[in-house]
């Protein structure tokens, strides 16, 4: 039995710039990510997690939650960089001002304190919570990774795909890690229009069983 999840997290910006469609490689692209990227310093969007399940000779299953986030750019923050706020549609709440993450979980009414000078590297992994630090700046992270001579050949542009109404690049970064029973494939989504990552697909496969 093949059960796939598959996570679709979908970014929504506010900001946008006027850019024509043209053809680019690769290089250009993702120089033209980052420009873009590091352009913005504070903004709000809202964030779209969907999570599907799909097993052979079961019905498909799905989640869908969305958090509406906020984010400023702190220069004096060297261990995140930014002011974060971040509020999902469950009532979850998360605040960082640059002193303490402020955590609220609805579901046993407590609110979790932590400071930054006490809990520093507690702090420094906001960094990589894709779901409260920025999203499109989380990915710009990932894709730069391969902005090298050494990597650049890993990332494939797959051609132009319309999401929300939007044209994007689609970009397949790194070869896909399989095995005998499992398999992960993850794709980019890149506005023409902005030049920012509004899209990530992730899809996992594995084999259950024989």
Request: charged share 20%; glycine share 4%.
């Amino acid at each position: 039995m093949k059960s796939i999840p598959i996570v679709a997290l979908l970014l929504f910006l506010l900001p946008f710039n006027d850019s024509n469609a043209q053809q680019y490689n690769i290089r250009e692209i993702l120089e033209k990510i980052d420009k873009a990227v590091n352009s913005i310093s504070e903004g709000q969007f809202t964030l779209h997690n969907a999570t599907s399940k799909i097993s052979v000779g079961e019905d498909t299953t799905r989640r869908d939650s969305y958090s509406i986030c906020f984010f400023k750019q702190l220069a004096s923050d060297s261990s995140v960089g930014y002011q974060l706020a971040s509020f999902r549609n469950d009532g979850y709440k998360q605040v960082y001002n640059g002193n303490a993450l402020f955590v609220l979980t609805p579901w046993d009414k407590t609110l979790q304190v932590t400071d930054h000078k006490t809990y520093p590297n507690e702090i420094k992994k906001l960094s990589n919570d894709y779901f409260f630090f920025p999203f499109f700046k989380y990915l710009n992270k990932s894709i730069q990774y391969f902005n090298n001579d050494k990597l650049l050949s890993k990332v494939e542009i797959l051609g132009i795909e319309s999401f929300n109404g939007e044209d994007c690049y689609k970009l397949q970064a790194g070869t896909s890690q399989s095995s005998d029973k499992s398999k992960v494939e993850g794709y980019y989504f890149i506005s023409i229009k902005t030049f920012l990552p509004i899209r990530q697909l992730v899809k996992f496969e594995s084999i259950i069983g024989r």
